[in-house]
């Protein structure tokens, strides 16, 4: 018997002969969500437990072959789908997609890894709480690829990223071990806290198997506004009236350029996007009052807030929602905005942050660089204004076949944009993470400081380097 057939044997002894997936079409789990990269694995294994998925990275560490931890295969930076060798295993969590309970008085939901975020926004709001995380992706993304790469959304401005939402986790180490660490406290300070050590890590520290994540009261209200502005200056004059007029009840403060917003009427036309037609506002905002009032009370924070803003010029029209269904328009127009860039075109994406409030003078210098360089290149710019996170992206200009305009550009227009991310002091990555499509970059935009102690960490956890090899850290 070859060394293969021995692993593979060994594999379907613990997760059943039907969930090693060798044959067929694999692309699920072998395509980035991007199309940026296709990969070959050397076997897809779904195992159901944390005994199983211990077992399972065990054996392989045994053979002497490297994991690729994957949820939902949502990530943007080719960080959960093999590379093209076949000799990595795919583990997919998907099958391990139960909520294991709910503690009302601690506030608190124990999850498997596996399970989709909508399904756990479903339960919880089921029992009357809220669990806040939430971005476009939520159909099919896992909490443990949340996790796995402190994902943001559109509630950070009020809740936080992930990592901020994660009370404990539950991880199988390199070597096949299980911690548990599912305390659900709040405070906890003794040592260093590895769960903020695996979150973020993107799979290359263990597999997290499950996680316990703070839950809140649910809103009595959320009203969503989306109004049209003069400039980026004035989304900024906006978000810091909005930080005033509703204080914790800002539960969202997305922007969205022009260009940006155009993409979803070109390839969503059934979404009516307000303000297409006023050529004096080069962005619009979609924003969140939560309020734990009265849908009154909210309504009357949201029209002072946007009286001031009228009288300050810095919002020219508004629309506010009158219903959940009309609410849900709203936000189903931002959300469409990577799906309708995608239908465009392949693209280069950005997730930077800035300070919010130099945002503006980032994006005007950062514009007219591209446009030196790349006439006509065309910029989708939009996203988490609110947290000083934009989705900074560069489409090919019109007419420019998308995929040589990658290959030939791809690399000065990254430059381009992330010399002026450093020298705004920014982070080249805010919320997808590094995957492999960041690797390089990472190197040279991080202090050679902090790389050494990433190494350190990595060689520490995974000296063999079998977890995600070649993702966030070359160790080469
Ligand atoms: P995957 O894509 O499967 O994996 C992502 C990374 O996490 C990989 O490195 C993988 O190895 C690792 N990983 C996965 N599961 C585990 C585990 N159990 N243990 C350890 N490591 C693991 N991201 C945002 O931050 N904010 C957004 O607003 C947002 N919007 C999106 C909208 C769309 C339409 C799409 C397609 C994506 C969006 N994303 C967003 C990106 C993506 O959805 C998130 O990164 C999400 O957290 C990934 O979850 P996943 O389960 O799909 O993980
Ligand atoms: C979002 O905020 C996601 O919609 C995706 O992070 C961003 O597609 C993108 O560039
Ligand atoms: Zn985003």
């Not at 989306?226 to 400039?231: G, R």
């Not at 009032?293 to 001031?308: D, K, N």
């Not at 009228?310 to 609410?327: F, H, K, R, W």
């Amino acid at each position: 018997m070859t060394q293969l057939t021995q692993l593979l044997e060994q594999l379907r002894a613990i997760v059943g002969a039907g969930n090693v997936l060798t044959d067929g079409n694999l692309s699920a789990y072998e395509q980035d969500w991007r199309k940026r990269e296709h990969g070959k694995s050397l076997a897809v294994v779904r195992p159901a437990s944390t005994p199983e998925v211990a077992a399972v990275v065990k054996t392989c560490a045994a053979a002497g072959v490297s994991i690729v931890p994957q949820g939902g295969n949502t990530g943007m930076v080719v960080g959960s789908t093999p590379d093209a060798s076949g000799t990595q295993v795919v583990l997919s969590l998907q099958r391990m997609n139960q909520v294991r309970a709910l503690d009302g008085a601690n506030l608190t939901v124990t999850v498997d890894a596996g399970c989709v975020l909508q399904a756990i926004q479903e339960t919880c709001e089921t029992a009357g709480f809220l669990f806040p995380l939430s971005m476009a992706s939520e159909g099919s993304c896992t909490i443990g690829g949340n996790l796995g790469t402190n994902a943001g959304g559109t509630q950070v401005v009020r809740y936080g990223n992930t990592r901020e939402l994660c009370l404990g986790l539950e991880v199988v180490t390199a070597q096949g071990e299980i911690w548990n660490g599912l305390s659900g406290l709040r405070k906890d300070n003794t040592g260093y806290d590895l769960r903020h050590l695996m979150i973020g890590s993107e799979g290359t520290l263990g597999v997290i198997t499950g996680a316990i994540m703070k839950l809140y009261p649910l809103p009595a209200t959320q009203l969503t506004a989306f109004v049209a502005v003069p400039s980026l200056d004035a989304a900024v004059q906006l978000l810091g009236l909005a930080h005033q007029h509703l204080s914790a009840g800002l539960t969202g403060f997305e922007v969205m350029g022009r260009f940006a917003l155009s993409l979803v009427t070109k390839h969503f036309p059934q979404l009516r996007v307000p303000f297409a037609d006023n050529a004096t506002a080069p962005y619009c905002v979609v924003l969140e009052n939560s309020d734990q009032e009265s849908e009154a009370h909210a309504r009357i924070c949201f029209e002072r807030l946007l009286e001031m803003a009228m009288e300050q010029g810095c919002v020219l029209d508004a629309v506010v929602a009158e219903s959940i269904t009309q609410a849900r328009a709203l936000w189903h127009i931002r959300e469409s905005i990577p799906l309708a860039q995608a239908q465009e075109g392949l693209n280069i994406k950005h997730d930077i942050s800035i300070a919010v409030s130099r945002i503006p003078e980032f994006v005007r210098l950062t514009d007219a660089q591209l446009q030196q360089a790349y006439p006509g290149a065309r910029l989708v710019n939009y996203g988490h204004l609110g947290d000083g996170n934009l989705h900074y992206n560069v489409q090919a200009p019109a007419g420019v076949d998308a995929e040589a305009f990658l290959r030939d550009d791809e690399v000065g227009v990254n430059t381009i944009v992330y010399d002026m991310v450093d020298q705004f002091n920014g982070s080249i990555s805010a919320e997808h993470g590094v995957g492999s499509l960041k690797r390089e970059k990472l190197e040279q935009h991080k202090s050679p400081v902090a790389l050494g102690m990433m190494r350190a960490i990595k060689q520490a956890l995974d000296p063999d380097n079998r977890m995600n090899p070649g993702r966030v850290l070359s160790m080469q």
